[in-house]
Protein backbone atom coordinates (compact mmCIF):
# COMPACT_ATOMS: atom_id res chain seq x y z
CA UNK A 1 0.00 0.00 0.00
CA UNK A 2 2.76 2.13 0.98
CA UNK A 3 4.43 2.05 -2.57
CA UNK A 4 1.65 2.10 -4.32
CA UNK A 5 0.74 5.52 -2.47
CA UNK A 6 4.12 6.53 -3.29
CA UNK A 7 3.90 5.95 -7.20
CA UNK A 8 0.67 7.88 -6.93
CA UNK A 9 1.95 10.71 -5.22
CA UNK A 10 4.92 10.83 -8.11
CA UNK A 11 2.62 10.72 -10.88
CA UNK A 12 0.22 13.55 -9.73
CA UNK A 13 3.60 15.82 -10.02
CA UNK A 14 5.99 14.21 -12.63
CA UNK A 15 3.06 12.65 -15.14
CA UNK A 16 2.53 17.25 -15.75
CA UNK A 17 6.49 16.85 -17.16
CA UNK A 18 5.49 14.25 -19.45
CA UNK A 19 2.47 15.92 -20.84
CA UNK A 20 4.60 19.05 -21.61
CA UNK A 21 6.90 16.94 -23.46
CA UNK A 22 3.50 15.24 -25.05
CA UNK A 23 2.14 18.71 -25.78
CA UNK A 24 5.81 19.85 -27.43
CA UNK A 25 5.51 15.90 -29.73
CA UNK A 26 8.84 14.91 -28.13
CA UNK A 27 7.14 11.42 -28.35
CA UNK A 28 11.01 10.19 -29.47
CA UNK A 29 12.02 11.30 -25.92
CA UNK A 30 9.04 9.75 -23.78
CA UNK A 31 9.04 6.29 -25.69
CA UNK A 32 13.11 6.26 -24.97
CA UNK A 33 11.92 6.83 -21.16
CA UNK A 34 9.12 4.37 -21.42
CA UNK A 35 11.64 1.65 -22.46
CA UNK A 36 14.18 2.81 -19.85
CA UNK A 37 11.23 2.08 -17.42
CA UNK A 38 10.08 -1.08 -18.60
CA UNK A 39 13.63 -2.51 -18.89
CA UNK A 40 14.12 -1.57 -15.08
CA UNK A 41 10.83 -3.13 -13.78
CA UNK A 42 11.18 -6.30 -16.01
CA UNK A 43 14.72 -6.95 -14.88
CA UNK A 44 13.89 -5.67 -11.09
CA UNK A 45 11.18 -8.14 -11.37
CA UNK A 46 12.94 -11.08 -12.62
CA UNK A 47 15.95 -10.94 -10.68
CA UNK A 48 13.96 -10.25 -7.06
CA UNK A 49 12.09 -13.23 -8.42
CA UNK A 50 14.06 -15.76 -9.24
CA UNK A 51 16.12 -14.67 -5.93
CA UNK A 52 13.16 -15.88 -4.00
CA UNK A 53 11.99 -12.78 -2.84
CA UNK A 54 8.10 -11.71 -3.22
CA UNK A 55 5.65 -9.17 -3.84
CA UNK A 56 6.99 -6.32 -1.21
CA UNK A 57 10.33 -6.49 -3.69
CA UNK A 58 8.12 -6.66 -6.57
CA UNK A 59 6.66 -3.55 -6.02
CA UNK A 60 9.45 -1.72 -5.24
CA UNK A 61 11.37 -2.99 -8.36
CA UNK A 62 8.12 -1.62 -10.31
CA UNK A 63 8.32 2.08 -7.68
CA UNK A 64 12.12 2.12 -8.81
CA UNK A 65 11.53 2.12 -12.47
CA UNK A 66 8.82 4.86 -12.01
CA UNK A 67 11.34 6.84 -9.63
CA UNK A 68 14.23 6.83 -13.01
CA UNK A 69 11.19 7.44 -15.47
CA UNK A 70 10.42 10.77 -13.82
CA UNK A 71 13.93 11.92 -12.94
CA UNK A 72 15.17 11.15 -16.94
CA UNK A 73 11.73 13.27 -17.84
CA UNK A 74 12.32 15.95 -15.46
CA UNK A 75 15.71 15.99 -17.10
CA UNK A 76 15.12 16.58 -20.59
CA UNK A 77 11.89 18.60 -19.70
CA UNK A 78 14.72 20.73 -18.55
CA UNK A 79 16.67 20.85 -21.69
CA UNK A 80 13.97 21.48 -23.86
CA UNK A 81 12.67 24.55 -21.47
CA UNK A 82 16.20 25.98 -20.66
CA UNK A 83 16.07 28.65 -17.91
CA UNK A 84 12.53 28.15 -17.22
CA UNK A 85 11.93 28.32 -13.25
CA UNK A 86 9.34 25.89 -11.96
CA UNK A 87 7.61 28.15 -8.71
CA UNK A 88 4.46 28.36 -7.53
CA UNK A 89 4.43 31.93 -7.65
CA UNK A 90 4.18 31.86 -11.40
CA UNK A 91 0.84 30.27 -11.14
CA UNK A 92 -2.04 32.57 -11.74
CA UNK A 93 -5.63 32.11 -11.15
CA UNK A 94 -6.08 33.11 -14.78
CA UNK A 95 -4.55 29.80 -15.43
CA UNK A 96 -6.39 27.82 -12.88
CA UNK A 97 -9.79 28.51 -14.54
CA UNK A 98 -8.56 27.87 -18.07
CA UNK A 99 -7.30 24.33 -16.57
CA UNK A 100 -10.52 23.65 -14.84
CA UNK A 101 -12.91 24.24 -17.87
CA UNK A 102 -10.80 21.79 -20.00
CA UNK A 103 -9.47 19.45 -17.25
CA UNK A 104 -13.15 19.36 -15.55
CA UNK A 105 -14.66 17.77 -18.80
CA UNK A 106 -11.70 15.57 -18.98
CA UNK A 107 -12.26 14.51 -15.80
CA UNK A 108 -15.68 13.30 -16.07
CA UNK A 109 -14.48 11.45 -19.48
CA UNK A 110 -11.77 9.82 -17.50
CA UNK A 111 -13.98 8.60 -13.95
CA UNK A 112 -16.39 7.14 -16.94
CA UNK A 113 -14.01 5.17 -18.58
CA UNK A 114 -12.66 4.05 -15.37
CA UNK A 115 -15.75 2.80 -14.41
CA UNK A 116 -16.59 1.19 -18.19
CA UNK A 117 -13.49 -0.50 -17.69
CA UNK A 118 -14.56 -2.24 -14.44
CA UNK A 119 -17.56 -2.30 -13.66
CA UNK A 120 -18.44 -5.64 -15.80
CA UNK A 121 -16.17 -8.30 -13.95
CA UNK A 122 -16.76 -6.46 -10.47
CA UNK A 123 -20.71 -7.02 -11.35
CA UNK A 124 -20.06 -10.33 -12.82
CA UNK A 125 -18.76 -11.02 -9.28
CA UNK A 126 -21.10 -10.23 -7.55
CA UNK A 127 -24.29 -11.25 -9.35
CA UNK A 128 -23.06 -14.43 -10.62
CA UNK A 129 -19.67 -15.85 -10.17
CA UNK A 130 -15.76 -15.29 -9.82
CA UNK A 131 -15.45 -18.13 -12.21
CA UNK A 132 -17.41 -15.99 -15.00
CA UNK A 133 -15.54 -13.02 -14.00
CA UNK A 134 -12.25 -15.16 -15.92
CA UNK A 135 -14.33 -15.87 -19.20
CA UNK A 136 -15.58 -12.58 -19.58
CA UNK A 137 -12.53 -10.29 -19.30
CA UNK A 138 -10.40 -12.84 -20.82
CA UNK A 139 -11.28 -12.08 -24.55
CA UNK A 140 -11.88 -8.40 -23.69
CA UNK A 141 -8.42 -8.43 -22.25
CA UNK A 142 -7.32 -9.97 -25.42
CA UNK A 143 -8.63 -7.75 -27.67
CA UNK A 144 -7.68 -4.50 -25.32
CA UNK A 145 -4.28 -5.10 -24.98
CA UNK A 146 -3.72 -6.07 -29.23
CA UNK A 147 -6.30 -2.30 -28.90
CA UNK A 148 -3.20 -0.18 -26.97
CA UNK A 149 -1.13 0.31 -29.66
CA UNK A 150 -3.95 2.41 -31.23
CA UNK A 151 -4.11 4.60 -27.85
CA UNK A 152 -0.42 5.17 -28.36
CA UNK A 153 -0.98 6.96 -31.80
CA UNK A 154 -4.11 8.86 -30.08
CA UNK A 155 -1.55 10.62 -27.80
CA UNK A 156 0.71 12.06 -31.50
CA UNK A 157 -3.34 12.74 -33.16
CA UNK A 158 -4.04 14.25 -29.67
CA UNK A 159 -1.07 17.24 -29.71
CA UNK A 160 -1.12 17.34 -33.74
CA UNK A 161 -4.84 18.69 -33.68
CA UNK A 162 -3.56 21.11 -31.14
CA UNK A 163 -0.97 22.32 -33.30
CA UNK A 164 -2.84 22.76 -36.87
CA UNK A 165 -5.63 24.01 -34.58
CA UNK A 166 -3.00 27.22 -33.09
CA UNK A 167 -2.88 27.43 -37.48
CA UNK A 168 -6.61 27.12 -38.19
CA UNK A 169 -5.81 24.28 -40.45
CA UNK A 170 -9.27 22.61 -40.06
CA UNK A 171 -8.74 20.95 -43.59
CA UNK A 172 -5.91 19.02 -42.44
CA UNK A 173 -7.16 18.00 -39.04
CA UNK A 174 -10.02 16.50 -41.08
CA UNK A 175 -7.94 15.00 -43.29
CA UNK A 176 -5.92 13.21 -40.55
CA UNK A 177 -8.85 11.91 -38.56
CA UNK A 178 -10.35 10.39 -41.58
CA UNK A 179 -6.99 8.48 -42.43
CA UNK A 180 -5.55 7.82 -38.74
CA UNK A 181 -8.82 6.43 -37.90
CA UNK A 182 -8.93 3.86 -41.36
CA UNK A 183 -5.59 2.71 -41.05
CA UNK A 184 -5.92 2.10 -37.69
CA UNK A 185 -8.98 0.02 -38.17
CA UNK A 186 -7.05 -2.01 -41.19
CA UNK A 187 -4.77 -2.80 -38.65
CA UNK A 188 -6.55 -3.94 -36.16
CA UNK A 189 -9.57 -5.68 -38.63
CA UNK A 190 -7.64 -8.77 -39.17
CA UNK A 191 -7.28 -9.97 -35.49
CA UNK A 192 -10.92 -9.43 -34.57
CA UNK A 193 -11.79 -11.33 -37.65
CA UNK A 194 -9.36 -14.33 -36.81
CA UNK A 195 -11.08 -14.54 -33.30
CA UNK A 196 -14.49 -14.05 -34.52
CA UNK A 197 -13.33 -17.54 -37.32
CA UNK A 198 -10.84 -19.45 -35.10
CA UNK A 199 -11.58 -17.92 -31.67
CA UNK A 200 -13.05 -20.88 -30.47
CA UNK A 201 -10.40 -23.38 -31.34
CA UNK A 202 -7.49 -21.34 -30.39
CA UNK A 203 -9.02 -20.93 -26.82
CA UNK A 204 -9.60 -25.05 -27.52
CA UNK A 205 -5.69 -25.77 -27.87
CA UNK A 206 -4.24 -23.14 -26.02
CA UNK A 207 -5.81 -23.22 -22.81
CA UNK A 208 -9.12 -26.06 -22.87
CA UNK A 209 -12.36 -27.26 -24.53
CA UNK A 210 -14.65 -25.41 -21.29
CA UNK A 211 -13.21 -22.39 -20.97
CA UNK A 212 -13.87 -22.24 -25.22
CA UNK A 213 -17.00 -22.82 -24.55
CA UNK A 214 -17.65 -20.12 -22.16
CA UNK A 215 -15.52 -17.28 -23.65
CA UNK A 216 -15.22 -17.99 -27.35
CA UNK A 217 -19.45 -16.76 -27.98
CA UNK A 218 -18.21 -13.08 -26.06
CA UNK A 219 -14.98 -12.69 -28.94
CA UNK A 220 -17.38 -11.84 -31.91
CA UNK A 221 -19.71 -9.78 -29.80
CA UNK A 222 -17.03 -7.81 -27.67
CA UNK A 223 -14.80 -7.46 -31.06
CA UNK A 224 -17.17 -5.57 -32.68
CA UNK A 225 -17.47 -3.30 -30.08
CA UNK A 226 -14.10 -2.89 -29.88
CA UNK A 227 -13.66 -2.07 -33.10
CA UNK A 228 -16.31 0.33 -34.03
CA UNK A 229 -15.47 1.76 -30.42
CA UNK A 230 -11.67 2.12 -30.37
CA UNK A 231 -10.14 0.94 -33.14
CA UNK A 232 -12.08 2.75 -35.94
CA UNK A 233 -12.37 5.62 -33.52
CA UNK A 234 -10.20 6.29 -30.74
CA UNK A 235 -8.54 8.94 -32.26
CA UNK A 236 -11.87 11.12 -32.90
CA UNK A 237 -12.23 11.46 -29.31
CA UNK A 238 -8.07 11.91 -29.47
CA UNK A 239 -8.89 15.03 -31.80
CA UNK A 240 -11.89 16.56 -30.00
CA UNK A 241 -9.38 16.73 -26.87
CA UNK A 242 -6.58 18.26 -29.09
CA UNK A 243 -9.49 21.15 -30.05
CA UNK A 244 -10.37 21.43 -27.11
CA UNK A 245 -14.19 20.63 -27.69
CA UNK A 246 -14.29 17.01 -26.05
CA UNK A 247 -17.36 18.37 -23.50
CA UNK A 248 -19.46 15.96 -25.75
CA UNK A 249 -17.66 12.95 -25.06
CA UNK A 250 -17.33 13.62 -21.82
CA UNK A 251 -21.44 13.53 -21.80
CA UNK A 252 -21.56 10.30 -23.98
CA UNK A 253 -19.52 8.10 -21.90
CA UNK A 254 -20.82 9.52 -18.55
CA UNK A 255 -24.03 8.24 -19.89
CA UNK A 256 -22.78 5.13 -21.48
CA UNK A 257 -21.24 4.23 -17.99
CA UNK A 258 -24.47 4.91 -15.82
CA UNK A 259 -26.33 3.04 -18.25
CA UNK A 260 -23.66 0.32 -18.62
CA UNK A 261 -24.20 0.25 -14.52
CA UNK A 262 -27.34 0.16 -14.45
CA UNK A 263 -28.22 -2.05 -17.28
CA UNK A 264 -25.50 -5.05 -15.77
CA UNK A 265 -27.60 -4.69 -13.31
CA UNK A 266 -30.42 -5.92 -15.42
CA UNK A 267 -29.02 -8.19 -17.56
CA UNK A 268 -26.52 -10.29 -15.45
CA UNK A 269 -28.98 -12.29 -13.30
CA UNK A 270 -30.91 -13.31 -16.16
CA UNK A 271 -29.27 -13.51 -19.28
CA UNK A 272 -25.50 -13.96 -17.65
CA UNK A 273 -22.18 -13.09 -19.26
CA UNK A 274 -23.91 -13.21 -23.26
CA UNK A 275 -26.35 -10.60 -22.10
CA UNK A 276 -23.75 -8.46 -20.82
CA UNK A 277 -21.27 -8.91 -23.84
CA UNK A 278 -23.94 -7.32 -25.84
CA UNK A 279 -24.63 -4.43 -24.00
CA UNK A 280 -21.56 -3.91 -23.18
CA UNK A 281 -20.99 -3.86 -27.31
CA UNK A 282 -23.71 -1.68 -28.16
CA UNK A 283 -23.03 0.74 -25.73
CA UNK A 284 -19.75 0.97 -27.35
CA UNK A 285 -20.78 1.51 -30.80
CA UNK A 286 -23.61 3.96 -29.95
CA UNK A 287 -21.29 6.38 -27.33
CA UNK A 288 -18.07 6.02 -28.58
CA UNK A 289 -18.60 4.61 -32.43
CA UNK A 290 -21.79 6.59 -33.32
CA UNK A 291 -21.90 10.07 -31.13
CA UNK A 292 -18.65 10.84 -30.92
CA UNK A 293 -17.68 10.80 -34.59
CA UNK A 294 -21.15 12.67 -35.11
CA UNK A 295 -19.57 15.69 -32.61
CA UNK A 296 -16.29 15.64 -34.37
CA UNK A 297 -17.61 16.13 -37.42
CA UNK A 298 -19.99 19.23 -36.24
CA UNK A 299 -16.95 20.81 -35.06
CA UNK A 300 -14.59 20.24 -38.49
CA UNK A 301 -17.94 20.98 -40.50
CA UNK A 302 -17.57 18.03 -42.00
CA UNK A 303 -20.37 15.43 -43.56
CA UNK A 304 -20.89 12.75 -41.15
CA UNK A 305 -21.86 9.85 -43.99
CA UNK A 306 -18.74 11.14 -45.99
CA UNK A 307 -16.24 10.74 -42.92
CA UNK A 308 -17.78 7.48 -41.91
CA UNK A 309 -17.39 6.37 -45.04
CA UNK A 310 -13.91 7.57 -45.30
CA UNK A 311 -13.02 5.18 -42.60
CA UNK A 312 -14.82 1.94 -42.73
CA UNK A 313 -15.66 2.17 -46.62
CA UNK A 314 -11.82 0.59 -47.97
CA UNK A 315 -11.52 -1.33 -45.11
CA UNK A 316 -14.72 -3.29 -44.93
CA UNK A 317 -15.05 -3.76 -48.29
CA UNK A 318 -11.06 -5.75 -48.18
CA UNK A 319 -12.26 -7.49 -44.96
CA UNK A 320 -15.13 -9.02 -46.60
CA UNK A 321 -14.04 -10.96 -49.32
CA UNK A 322 -11.13 -12.46 -47.32
CA UNK A 323 -13.31 -12.78 -44.43
CA UNK A 324 -15.75 -14.66 -45.90
CA UNK A 325 -12.99 -17.19 -47.57
CA UNK A 326 -11.09 -18.20 -44.32
CA UNK A 327 -14.88 -18.92 -43.04
CA UNK A 328 -15.34 -21.18 -46.25
CA UNK A 329 -11.81 -23.01 -45.72
CA UNK A 330 -11.83 -23.51 -42.28
CA UNK A 331 -15.72 -25.08 -42.05
CA UNK A 332 -14.56 -27.22 -44.90
CA UNK A 333 -11.36 -28.39 -42.99
CA UNK A 334 -14.33 -29.31 -40.17
CA UNK A 335 -13.06 -26.35 -38.10
CA UNK A 336 -10.45 -28.74 -36.29
CA UNK A 337 -9.18 -27.84 -32.98
CA UNK A 338 -4.89 -27.95 -34.15
CA UNK A 339 -2.39 -25.32 -33.53
CA UNK A 340 -1.83 -26.27 -37.71
CA UNK A 341 -5.50 -24.91 -38.52
CA UNK A 342 -5.33 -22.08 -35.86
CA UNK A 343 -1.74 -21.00 -36.91
CA UNK A 344 -2.34 -21.45 -40.52
CA UNK A 345 -5.46 -20.32 -41.08
CA UNK A 346 -4.80 -16.80 -39.22
CA UNK A 347 -1.24 -16.51 -40.89
CA UNK A 348 -2.77 -16.90 -44.43
CA UNK A 349 -5.77 -14.75 -43.88
CA UNK A 350 -3.64 -12.21 -42.47
CA UNK A 351 -1.39 -12.01 -45.53
CA UNK A 352 -4.19 -12.17 -48.17
CA UNK A 353 -5.66 -9.02 -46.46
CA UNK A 354 -2.24 -6.74 -45.33
CA UNK A 355 -1.27 -7.40 -49.20
CA UNK A 356 -4.86 -6.01 -50.21
CA UNK A 357 -4.45 -3.35 -47.82
CA UNK A 358 -0.90 -2.20 -49.07
CA UNK A 359 -1.97 -2.00 -52.60
CA UNK A 360 -5.67 -1.05 -51.91
CA UNK A 361 -6.60 0.64 -48.56
CA UNK A 362 -3.33 3.09 -48.41
CA UNK A 363 -3.21 6.47 -49.65
CA UNK A 364 -0.59 6.44 -53.01
CA UNK A 365 1.63 9.04 -50.68
CA UNK A 366 1.97 6.59 -48.31
Not at 168 to 194: Q, S
Request: proline share 4%.
Amino acid sequence: TITVGIAFALGVVFNTCTAVLEGYQRFDITSRIMIVNNVVRVAGCFAVIFLGFGLKAMGICVLAGQIIGYALTYRELRGILPGRTFAPRKASLSSLRQMLSYGAYTFVANISLIVLNQNAPLLIGHFLSARLVAYYSFPLRLLSYSADMVGRLGMVTGTKAAELTAYGDMKTIARMAILVNRYCLMMFLPLTVYLAIFGRQLLKVWLNPAFAAESAPLLPVLGAGVVVAVAAQYNSSAILYGLAKHAALARAVLVEAILSVAGLCYTLPRYGIMGAAYLTAVLMIVSRGIVVPYALTRCLELAYGRYLWGIYGRALMIAAPVSIVAWLANHALGEPASWAVVLGGGTAMAACYYALVFFRGIEPEH
